[in-house]
């Protein structure tokens, strides 16, 4: 698998592992929902994303599937931005988004202990939102996974042909 830091997929491979269309991610980027890692310089160059961001974008997709509002997602997407935990804290942590559709907070929770603390808070009457991020990883590894093996089996194609 590629070095996890670094800006290594494309918008066409980050579509495919975030499971959404390629004109999905590509308006997300043109709107600033999502912000890869490097970004496209002029006519015919290319977006590159990390794996935080391809796992950014799956969480945005799987919580627009969901119903979260607009509002919410971006909130999300800064929240994962700024986020200074290392990966394997970030997969084992939960998304809290609570409140309307108006200014809704978003919080990572990395542990039980977080998440009871942020469900304790007063507002009790908010709608709260409880999202688990190892699915999320789970899902950018087996597509990050396929992804790898068909290229494989496509090169050994291309070598035999």
Not at 87 to 101: F, H, P, V, Y
Not at 109 to 124: F, H, I, M, N, T
Request: proline fraction near 2%; charged fraction near 30%.
């Amino acid at each position: 698998m590629r070095k996890k830091s670094a800006a290594n997929w494309s918008t066409q491979e980050a579509h495919r592992i975030a499971g959404i269309t390629y004109r999905q991610l590509d308006y997300w980027i043109r709107t600033g929902l999502i912000k890869p890692t490097m970004k496209a310089k002029g006519h015919g160059s290319k977006h590159g994303f990390s794996y935080r961001d391809l796992v950014a974008v799956r969480a945005i997709a799987a919580l627009k599937e969901t119903g979260v509002s607009l509002q919410a997602v971006r909130r999300v997407q800064s929240a994962l931005i700024e986020f200074d935990g290392d990966d394997n804290a970030l997969r084992a942590g939960r998304l809290i988004i609570e409140g309307g559709t108006n200014k809704p907070d978003v919080a990572i929770a990395c542990s039980d202990d977080e998440v009871l603390s942020l469900l304790k808070r007063p507002g009790q009457h908010q709608m709260r939102t409880v999202f688990e991020m190892a699915r999320v990883y789970d899902d950018v590894r087996e597509a990050i996974s396929s992804l790898e093996i068909n290229r494989s089996k496509s090169e050994q194609l291309r070598r035999a042909g």
